[in-house]
């Protein structure tokens, strides 16, 4: 069974803080994202990577950043919280061969107060 | 740009027929579709191809129209289980990466 693990379910923060969300995959996956989920909105990217220290934006990276030192990690950073970050997160892993599934984790929710 | 779905949401009775529909404005290789039920991780129903091929569910069905960037689903003879969050999903190639874009999502539920 593929295991995608996010650090917490829920995380409460303040504004100004920085805030790291992290993502541990036990696939040897070479693709890892990550969402965020707000009602109405969907599913959308901030970011992805394809390999080990190589990252690509998303359609809404602002106000975040991700890092990938080893395969099986990858976090995503919120610099400055901010209230508009309140959100739930979702991060999900990829093989690198074309045609396959994504398998998600649980889901980080965020609150920033 | 995310794909869009419709309808946002349906109500259902169990037995009923749904469709939901994912546009891209973006040429499509493949669509996947995933279910969310509430409180879980989004999780993986099927991934069309061009030319026909589909890969997954048995008891849900799905069509791609590759030239009009659309795929729809077929909920068919629903059941209370199908109750949950669809997504549309359109991978595509960003250099040597595997981008995966998901769409804005379609809330289903089936009552008795």
């Known amino acids: 069974d593929v295991k995608v693990t996010q650090s917490s379910r829920y995380l409460v923060k303040r504004t100004g803080e920085k805030v790291f969300l992290e993502c541990v995959q036990d696939m040897d996956h070479e693709n890892m994202f990550w969402y965020r989920q707000d009602p109405g909105l969907g599913l959308r990217l901030i970011y992805f990577s394809y390999d080990v220290k190589m990252k690509e934006k998303g359609d809404i990276p602002e106000g975040y950043s991700v890092s990938r030192e080893k395969k099986e990690r990858f976090s995503l950073i919120l610099e400055s919280a901010s209230t508009n970050q309140t959100s739930m997160y979702l991060c999900?892993?990829?093989?690198?061969?074309?045609?396959?599934?994504?398998?998600f984790g649980q889901g980080t929710r965020l609150t920033v107060v | 740009q995310q794909p869009v779905q419709s309808p946002q949401a349906v109500i259902l009775r169990e037995g009923e027929d749904a469709v939901i529909n994912c546009s891209s404005s973006?040429?499509?290789?493949?669509v996947h579709w995933y279910r969310q039920k509430h409180g879980e991780a989004p999780v993986f129903l099927m991934i069309l191809l061009k030319g026909g091929e589909q890969k997954g569910h048995d008891k849900i069905s799905a069509s791609f129209n590759e030239k009009k960037q659309q795929s729809s689903l077929y909920l068919t003879a629903s059941q209370l289980s199908y109750s949950g969050t669809y997504f549309c999903g359109t991978p595509a190639l960003k250099g040597t990466a595997s981008k995966l874009t998901f769409g804005t999502g379609t809330r289903l539920q089936v009552t008795l």
């Open positions: 999900a892993t990829r093989p690198g061969t074309l045609n396959t599934e994504a398998f």
């Open positions: 973006k040429a499509l290789y493949s």
